[in-house]
């Protein structure tokens, strides 16, 4: 079976990471399944893809439509910029269309809101199509509109944990979507290797005392919690060994109004007078080296997690996780026995635990290996490679999902 997979995006944020596993995971399970991605966006992800064996190409959105993102933007302007893109994108969905013609998919499987639509109207009759669905969809009134209006179009529709699934189906309706949980690399995803050195990717002077280095992995959406995690810091009992590290960036070409900046970052740690306390070190490729070379990895989102790949690879490298208490992150560990949470929004519940943490080494290396053996079966490639060749296989006969 030939599988087209589209994504809206091309840098490597959590739903294209998710993408890589995905391509990775189906061909593991069925590696004779020719495997195509039309990015319509070009950046790391196509590499990352190819390198799992992708076809892989990339067909430019409009300017105006790539900088059109729903998180943090009112819905009004959102309808704006969407009809200012209208032109350029009726001439965007005819090359589609006669793309994904050409690449002769059995299967459509989409990855973003914007491609759902356009695989709605470009992927071709009588060929089936998947909405993967990776945020919730009731915080997003315009998605959440047009994905309604082309509901009937997609054959099925998989969410990345239950709690997407319940607010996809009251959000859009249809048949219920099924969970498909993301997939890790854990040959890449270890607790021993090389760590990498964020001290020097931060340009901070190596420490003079042993430090616990504690930090928070993920893009620059908002809701990620970065206020939080640099409000947490400043609450610790000083002086502290607390080292921490804001690791990432803003992947997403959708502006200031969904994503923080480095520079806001910046002046809160400069308000918080947390100094070289606190390190950035930049959009990181090694996310495995990351998480060993750090103690303690901080989950903070302030709005429930859709699911958070960062967890599950944080929690294969054998590392203390402490969790923000929502969504799909729910169904990932068992709090209090492979990780620690706290209440969204709460720095001054994540100070306490980061605290409870940095004084109890023993605690941290007792999490971190219940951790490292309870996701070590549950998300694996085969799981993932299986439900997925499972569903295409179903859809190809024509046994539709709706
Ligand atoms: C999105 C979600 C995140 C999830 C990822 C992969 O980025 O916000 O929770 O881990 O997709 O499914």
Redesign the pocket.
């Known amino acids: 079976m030939r599988v087209l997979y589209l994504s809206p995006a091309a840098g490597l944020?959590?739903?294209e990471?998710?993408l890589v596993d995905m391509i990775r995971a189906l061909r593991t399970v069925e590696p004779s399944w020719p495997v195509g991605l039309l990015a319509l966006d070009d950046g790391p992800l196509l590499a990352e893809a190819r390198a799992v064996g992708a076809d892989a190409s990339v067909l430019p959105l409009p300017p105006t439509f790539a900088r059109t993102g729903e998180s943090g933007r009112q819905a009004a302007a959102t309808w704006l910029r969407l009809s200012r893109s209208a032109g350029p994108l009726l001439a965007l969905s005819r090359t589609l269309r006669t793309q994904i013609r050409a690449w002769g998919p059995d299967l459509v499987h989409s990855n973003g809101v914007k491609t759902h639509v356009l695989g709605a109207w470009c992927a071709g009759a009588g060929v089936p199509l998947v909405w993967h669905i990776?945020?919730y969809l009731s915080a997003r009134p315009v998605s959440r509109h047009l994905l309604r209006l082309h509901r009937r179009r997609a054959n099925a529709v998989v969410a990345?944990s239950h709690s997407v699934a319940a607010d996809v189906e009251a959000a859009i309706g249809g048949n219920p979507p099924v969970t498909i949980y993301?997939a890790v690399d854990f040959s890449r995803f270890t607790a021993t290797g090389t760590p990498l050195d964020l001290d020097a990717l931060a340009g901070l002077p190596a420490p003079a005392r042993p430090v616990v280095r504690v930090g928070l992995i993920g893009t620059f959406a908002r809701w990620k919690g970065h206020a939080v995690f640099l409000d947490a810091v400043s609450r610790l009992a000083t002086p502290s060994p607390v080292r921490a590290y804001v690791i990432g960036e803003a992947v997403y070409h959708t502006g200031s109004a969904s994503q923080v900046t480095r520079a806001e970052l910046e002046a809160l740690v400069h308000a918080r007078g947390l100094g070289d306390r606190v390190g950035f070190t930049g959009f990181v490729a090694d996310a495995a080296a990351a998480c060993r070379a750090l103690d303690i990895v901080v989950h903070a989102s302030t709005s429930p997690?859709?699911?958070?790949?960062a967890i599950v690879e944080a929690m294969a490298c054998g590392r203390a996780v402490i969790v923000s208490d929502g969504g799909?992150a729910r169904e990932i560990g068992v709090p209090g026995q492979t990780c620690l949470t706290h209440a969204p929004g709460s720095a001054v519940e994540l100070a306490d635990r980061i605290a409870r943490l940095v004084d109890d080494a023993a605690l941290r290396t007792r999490l971190g290996a219940a951790a490292a053996s309870h996701v070590r079966h549950r998300f694996t490639h085969q799981h993932m490679g299986t439900a997925l060749g499972d569903l295409y296989r179903q859809l190809h006969r024509g046994d539709a999902r709706g």
Do not use: K, T, W
């Open positions: 944020g959590g739903a990471r998710a990776h945020d990345n993301n997690e859709p699911f958070g790949l799909g």
